[in-house]
C-alpha cells in the first residue's frame, strides 16, 4: 500500500500578519533613507567662505555699497531714518552678498572703509535635517548684523573737511568694486547719504549754476569720468540751510544725469527728515 506524502501544515495567519508587517516597515523604512539621502544628495551646497569677510571664495553674489558723507553734522532725525532705511538694506541683502560701508573722507582716496562683509545668511529657510539654522543665526548675528551697527555708529561722527570729494570718492568705487570680468555679471548698487555738495579745487556747487554744462565745462568733468557699469544708485538726500539757499530739485537732477552720463542708473532720491 503506497504511503501518503505528509501533508503541509497550514501557517498561522497570527505569522502571516507578522511577516506582512515586518515587509511593510522594511519597505518603509527603506523609502525613508532613500528620501533622506536623495534630499542630502540634491541639497544645494553652501559655497566655501573666506573667514574675515564672510563671502564665497569665489567672489560675492551681490554687491552694495553704501558711501556715507558727515563731512557736515547728520541731523539726529536724519540718523534715526538712516539708521531704518540701512538696517532695511541689510536684511534684504542675498545670501553672500556683499555689504559695504564707506566713509567720505577727504584724506582718503576712495573713502574710509568702516565695513565689508557679505552675508551669510540668517539661517531662515534653512532645514534641520541638511544644515544647522541655529549656527547660521548666531554667525549672522556676530558677524554681520552687529558689526555692521557699530560701524554705522562711528560714521555717524562727524569728520570735517575743506572738500567734499563725492565724484571723486563713487570714482574710486566703481574701479575698486564694479569693475573687472569677476564681478561683470553680479548686481551693482551704491547707496548715497550725503548732501551731495560736491566741492573741490575744480568745480564746486557751492558758487555758480546747477546746470551740468557748467560742470562739463570744467576740469572735473574728464578727471572724474567713470563707468558704473549700470549699477543702481539711491541717494539719501540731507538738506542743509546755507547762505545760498540750493534747489534741491535741480540739485537732484544734475545728479541724476550725473550718474547716467557714468553708465549707472538712479534708482531713487529720497530727501531725509530734518535740516542740518
Not at 125 to 144: I, Q
Request: contains cysteine.
Amino acid at each position: 500500500m503506497p504511503s501518503r506524502a505528509p501533508r503541509r501544515r497550514s501557517r498561522n495567519p497570527g505569522d502571516l500578519r507578522k511577516h506582512a508587517v515586518g515587509a511593510a516597515l522594511a519597505l518603509l523604512a527603506l523609502s525613508a533613507i532613500s528620501a533622506g539621502a536623495y534630499v542630502y544628495t540634491t541639497a544645494a551646497r553652501p559655497p566655501a567662505l573666506d573667514r574675515s569677510s564672510l563671502c564665497p571664495v569665489d567672489g560675492p553674489r551681490s554687491i552694495a555699497v553704501v558711501l556715507l558723507d558727515s563731512t557736515d553734522d547728520i541731523p539726529e532725525i536724519a540718523k534715526r531714518e538712516v539708521k531704518t532705511a540701512l538696517a532695511d538694506i541689510a536684511e534684504t541683502l542675498p545670501t553672500y552678498g556683499l555689504l559695504e560701508l564707506r566713509l567720505l573722507d577727504p584724506k582718503v582716496a576712495g573713502g574710509k572703509s568702516l565695513f565689508a562683509r557679505c552675508n551669510p545668511g540668517d539661517g531662515s529657510g534653512l532645514s534641520e535635517y541638511t544644515a544647522n539654522p541655529a549656527l547660521a543665526k548666531k554667525r549672522w548675528l556676530d558677524g554681520f548684523r552687529e558689526p555692521l551697527e557699530d560701524a554705522l555708529q562711528i560714521g555717524f561722527r562727524p569728520l570735517p573737511g575743506k572738500t567734499s570729494p563725492i565724484m571723486e570718492t563713487v570714482q574710486r568705487i566703481a574701479v575698486e568694486r564694479f569693475t573687472g570680468r569677476a564681478v561683470e555679471e553680479t548686481s551693482k548698487s551704491l547707496i548715497i547719504v550725503s548732501d551731495m555738495l560736491e566741492h573741490e579745487p575744480d568745480y564746486s556747487q557751492y558758487a555758480g549754476d546747477l546746470s551740468y554744462g557748467r560742470y562739463k565745462a570744467s576740469r572735473a568733468y574728464q578727471k572724474f569720468r567713470t563707468n558704473l557699469y549700470g549699477a543702481e544708485v539711491t541717494i539719501f538726500y540731507i538738506q542743509r540751510s546755507s547762505a545760498k539757499p540750493i534747489n534741491s530739485a535741480d540739485h537732484i537732477r544734475f545728479w541724476a544725469e550725473w550718474i547716467r552720463d557714468n553708465n549707472g542708473r538712479l534708482r531713487q532720491a529720497n530727501k531725509l527728515q530734518g535740516v542740518g
